[in-house]
């Protein structure tokens, strides 16, 4: 549905160097503030991919989560991130594909990331997250509800065509539209859920 250039770094790196990065917020989005803020083991080691400048890794690594990794194919967002937080460990900011990811997790969030990889890859990205993922680990975050077009990234998608992906290997425990997103997105996302299902 469109070009491997969505997994090129130079692709993702050009982007921001132009500052075309109209997925980047400025801030953690609300509905992972208020997921974070209910969670209470604070030695979860938690990934979060593409994660562009990583407000939601910083945002955890104040809180007192110091078990947090940080994944991009990008350099330029992880330098962003260190900048911002000189402490944080440099062996957690991980210059890399997802899909070339080995180590292993508790959690693993979710925002923006599935929806700009290519379509093809979703059930990939599914299958490569369950890999990951400790036994009981869980899969949270954020996914686009609008129609799905030849047009992105960000790619939209449905609950329907989401549960397609994700059943075989997880447990879905929440999947609904989301209350509390910011209002630019108000409608067009859905929170979730999903519990990696025993082996």
Request: aromatic fraction near 16%; glycine fraction near 6%.
């Amino acid at each position: 549905m469109t070009s491997n250039s969505s997994f090129s770094s130079e692709f993702w790196s050009q982007r921001y160097e132009e500052n075309q990065t109209g997925w980047d917020i400025g801030e953690i989005s609300t509905p992972l503030k208020h997921y974070i803020d209910q969670l209470e083991d604070r030695e979860l080691k938690i990934l979060i991919p593409g994660a562009g400048n990583g407000y939601e890794a910083e945002y955890l690594f104040k809180q007192g989560f110091k078990n947090v990794y940080v994944a991009d194919i990008s350099k330029n967002p992880l330098k962003n991130l260190k900048n911002r937080l000189p402490n944080f460990p440099e062996e957690q900011l991980l210059h890399i594909n997802f899909f070339e990811i080995e180590d292993s997790f508790d959690l693993i969030l979710e925002q923006t990331f599935f929806c700009a990889l290519p379509v093809g890859s979703r059930q990939d990205y599914a299958k490569k997250s369950a890999e990951i993922l400790n036994e009981n680990g869980l899969l949270c975050g954020l996914l686009f509800k609008f129609p799905l077009t030849e047009q992105g990234p960000p790619f939209g998608g449905s609950k329907e065509e989401y549960l397609t992906y994700f059943s075989p290997y997880f447990k879905i425990e929440i999947l609904e539209t989301c209350y509390n997103s910011i209002k630019p997105r108000q409608g067009n996302e859905l929170f979730f859920k999903f519990r990696k299902k025993s082996v």
